[in-house]
């Protein structure tokens, strides 16, 4: 375990994140992790607290200094509910559940959160503007639509699969609707596969 290497990676990660995704102050960042994956291991199997602290130490100070919350996503256990600051329900009116995620039922990062966040809550659902899912944890369930890939040159971090996107506002109207494709082009660069289909064809 080479948690230099991974804090290394995550920064790099959660780093181009925010420089592609056009973020406001506000706005919510859902990060999935397993830690099992990020070791080698199958989701669920060999959690790490160790590699969650060093996780979340990079991506916490990111995300605040632009003014973001996190929300990190808990296993399948507890349905991937999330824990917030208090802060980020109250402001975005979402639902507390009651639950305390622990390693072995929510997952080592989600239970990491709990000591970390200044007043964690846990909530059923969000809907996230941007996200990083580290070890296939599918944090689509919580992104808002319409969610958009971001590339980035670095795929994994350790061994787990890293999967970033964003969230778009919904193209509607249909054939007759004009979309100023060049602003939209301007706030949704080509280069994070964020075109705009052409709907008068």
Known sequence: MDLDSIRQEVRQAITGL????????GQIVVLGCS??????????????IQV???????????????????????CEHLNRALVVEQEAADKHNLDLVTVYPVPTAGGATAGTAMNKFHRPVVVETIRAHAGL???????????????????????????????LCRAR???????????????????YPKSVDAQVPDCTK
Request: aromatic share 2%; glycine share 10%; with cysteine.
């Open 52 to 74: 969650a602290e060093a996780i979340l130490d990079e991506i916490m100070p990111v995300v605040r200094s632009h003014g973001l919350f996190l929300a990190v996503q808990c």
């Open 133 to 163: 899912d580290i070890g296939d944890t599918l944090i689509g369930m919580h992104i808002r639509p319409v969610a958009v890939p971001v590339r980035l040159p670095i795929k994994r971090i350790g061994e787990a699969n890293l999967v």
């Open 18 to 25: 925010m420089e592609i995704a056009g973020l406001k102050p």
């Open 169 to 187: 506002p919904k193209l509607i109207g249909g054939r007759r609707a004009v979309y100023a494709l060049d602003k939209i082009e301007q706030k």
């Open 35 to 48: 830690t099992s994956e990020v070791l080698g291991k199958r989701i669920g199997s060999a959690g790490n």
